[in-house]
């Protein structure tokens, strides 16, 4: 791919921040090593720390994601799987990576030519419930977490899921003040416009949406409407915007509903097998559940859902959170893995935003916010 100089050199000054990726199931049910190049299919394995550097991605968010077959019982256990294996990414691999809490961690490992990685909790289910749990969490990295999933859970409505709570539970609320005590980012990806709304008002620190889209230009529930666009950006948030074709496109979304029907509702059922058997449930269901064989939307696309969150949430509140490294799933033409980062500033670059603004979408709006909410953190 051949990227005009203009962009390339806006690229490789700015940090790129991702805000979600998935890539730790990957190296929890495959075993993947990061630190090596994979030699695979792209479009399954997307990213990897010589790739990462290919495509000049400075930082990145990786999620402690547990699938709802392991709820509720082994919800917790499931994340610390993953946390373990994120640490033993990072020890593995000292001269590509380096642990990154916050906005000066994220700039010393730029400095040192690694990779910031960045530890998130998605779904507060994998707290079990327990406020100890969450303070260990963030003990152990964690400067995010990603309030629910695709299921309402015991204190927070999801947006793919009845409601139980209009919102939040009062002890959702308490897990947000505790959030906010820490310094960790409340992530309303994925929660109900009411919950959305509610964490906004309960929070002292300013909130994130780490991989979400518009609903205007796909209406999908968990994309966020114009309104709510605007309100996490009058409490200082950034919404990252996600590279899954089924929330960026209504065209393609439309037509999985017709050829596959709403297969993401079962991810919500209770799991058929018994707990011996759920690792391999999982890793049956990472692979399988996004394929698809349907043309991949426009690239334009992506840059669509960017300059509508823009227009609506303005420059200082919009960024990137690719949600990328699922196998198979859908993302628009040309945008295969983290080497294609520098095609999203080179469109931005030609549909006329400045420099400066591309260096706030690309990383610098998720950089402040991570340095706001832990300025206001309690404990450090
Ligand atoms: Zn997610």
């Known amino acids: 791919m051949s990227i005009p ?199 002292r620190a300013p909130v994130i949406a780490s991989h979400s889209n518009c609903r205007a230009l796909c209406d999908h529930p968990r994309n966020l409407s114009d309104e709510l666009l605007a309100a996490i950006a009058e409490c200082g948030g950034v919404v990252g915007i996600n590279f899954y074709s089924g929330f960026l496109d209504q065209a393609y979304r439309d037509l999985f509903l017709e050829t596959y029907g709403d297969v993401f509702a079962g991810f919500n059922q209770p799991p058929t097998v018994p707990r011996e058997e759920l690792e391999d449930l999982a890793r049956e269901r990472l692979y399988q559940i996004g394929k698809d064989d349907l043309p991949r939307p426009p690239f334009e696309t992506l840059l669509d859902q960017i300059d509508h969150a823009v227009e609506h949430a303005g420059i200082d509140h919009v960024g990137l959170g690719g949600d990328l490294d699922l196998p198979h799933m859908s993302t628009p033409a040309g945008l295969d893995d983290v080497t294609a980062y520098p095609l999203i500033t080179a469109g931005l670059v030609d549909r006329g935003h400045s420099r400066e603004d591309v260096v706030k979408i690309l990383g610098e709006n998720f950089l402040r916010v991570l340095a706001d909410v832990q300025s206001a953190a309690e404990v450090s």
């Not at 990213?47 to 392991?70: K, L, S, Y």
């Not at 994340?79 to 809490?101: C, G, T, Y």
């Not at 629910?148 to 939040?168: A, F, I, K």
């Open 5 to 203: 100089s203009e962009a390339a050199a806006v690229h490789r000054d700015a940090i790129v921040f991702d805000a979600h990726t998935d890539s730790l199931q990957r190296v929890l049910v495959s075993g993947d090593d990061l630190g090596q190049r994979t030699g695979g299919d792209p479009l399954v394995e997307r990213g990897d720390f010589p790739r990462f550097r290919e495509g000049g991605v400075n930082a990145q968010v990786f999620a402690v994601w547990v699938d709802t077959i392991f709820l509720p019982d082994h919800g917790v256990r499931r994340a610390f799987q993953q946390i373990d294996a994120f640490h033993r990414m990072l020890e593995a691999n000292p001269d590509a990576v380096a642990f990154a809490r916050g906005r000066d961690d994220v700039e010393a490992a730029v400095a040192g030519g690694k990779l910031a990685a960045l530890l998130s909790i998605e779904g507060g289910d994998a707290i079990g419930g327990d406020l100890g749990i969450l303070r260990i969490f963030h003990r152990l990295g964690a400067s995010s977490m990603t309030l629910c999933h695709s299921r309402s859970t015991d204190w927070v409505d999801s947006s793919t899921d009845e409601p139980r709570w209009n919102g939040l539970s009062g002890f959702g609320v308490e897990v947000l003040r505790e959030m906010n005590r820490l310094g960790m980012a409340i992530d309303v990806s994925h929660t109900s416009d009411a919950a959305v709304r509610q964490a906004i008002e309960v929070s």
